[in-house]
């Protein structure tokens, strides 16, 4: 199995910052990787595909870079409404997989 | 718009059953690929199963093959998942999510997903 490995676990940002999350695969996905936001009680939201193309409705203060094994999820600008909990996850093989989750967290 | 809502969870003994369903409205639902993903309380995603839009290719987690039954009624527009053999730690947040297109035997990531049906698992 391909285990997701996500950095930092935590992250204590303000509104206006830039922050970046990573997300490293135990083996080669190649760019096969997503990333979702999930608020509090809500599902989960998609946000990045293929690493790096950013889903329709999405704020373009989002962006997605990296392949192979290393993977960043950008916010540009820190809203109110982006303080949530992120997971990136593969799609490279079976059993698709997860990373822990970042929360991120007002300062 | 994409709707999925999720049924059927609750409070059920250990080695019992359950049968979640999941009805799709706002697209055509026999062209899409279909997947359960599960949320323990407090833990992160843990996908679950998949199954093709013709229901001919399936895929499930190591964690509950043999227990666990994916199927879809393309003329109800619906998903289901019959869970067997129920452990504690089948506990958890049941999500059906729509997948994207790469192909049968292709994983995918998941673009919409329903709210959730909450499965507890105790005696």
Known sequence: ?107 | QVQLVESGGGLVKPGGSLRLSCAASGFTFSDYYMSWIRQAPGKGLEWVSYISSSGSTIYYADSVKGRFTISRDNAKNSLYLQMNSLRAEDTAVYYCARASNYGDYFPPYFDYWGQGTLVTVSS
């Open chain 1, 1 to 107: 199995d391909i285990q997701m490995t996500q950095s930092p676990s935590t992250l204590s940002a303000s509104v206006g910052d830039r922050v970046t999350i990573t997300c490293r695969a135990s083996q080669s996905i190649s760019s096969w990787l997503a990333w979702y936001q999930q608020k509090p009680g809500k599902a989960p939201k998609l946000l990045i595909y293929k690493a790096s193309s950013l889903e329709s409705g999405v704020p373009s203060r989002f962006s997605g870079s990296g392949s192979g094994t290393e993977f960043t999820l950008t916010i540009s600008s820190l809203q109110p409404d982006d303080f949530a909990t992120y997971y990136c996850q593969q799609y490279n093989s079976y059993p698709i997989t997860f990373g822990q989750g970042t929360r991120l967290e007002i300062k």
